[in-house]
């Protein structure tokens, strides 16, 4: 049983930055391609930047292109997303999550662990 725990939201004000980390516990030596999706109040949870196990494909969503980046250091079996120019609409829970295999995927389904999600609120 993989264990996911994010940290590093907060509030910062637009224009600012963050760093999010997901640190992964459990059987980690097997294959698990790393994502990050965000859930807004009354919205559907979307998909914001993913990893693909190894780090040979990087996806980020275009509402973020140039802003955020995601990237993971596999000797500490964690995933970060750095976020800048944050803008109000980017306010949000953001979960980190894993799924078995190389391949990452858009759909939150395909995911098999999900971390508890950090707070993210940018004010304007």
């Known amino acids: 049983q993989v264990q996911l725990v994010e940290s590093g939201g907060g509030l910062v004000q637009a224009g600012g930055s963050l760093r999010l980390s997901c640190g992964a516990s459990g059987p980690t030596f097997s294959r698990y391609a790393m994502a990050w999706f965000r859930q807004a109040p009354g919205k559907e949870r979307e998909l914001v930047a993913a990893i693909s196990w190894g780090g040979d494909s990087t996806y980020t969503a275009d509402s973020v292109k140039g802003r955020f980046t995601i990237s993971e250091d596999n000797a500490k079996n964690t995933v970060y997303l750095q976020m800048n120019s944050l803008k109000p609409e980017d306010t949000a829970v953001y979960y980190c999550?894993?799924?078995?295999?190389?391949?990452?995927?858009?759909?939150?389904?395909?995911?098999?662990?999900w971390g508890q999600g950090t707070q993210v609120t940018v004010s304007s």
């Open positions: 999550a894993a799924r078995s295999g190389s391949n990452w995927s858009s759909t939150p389904r395909r995911y098999d662990y």
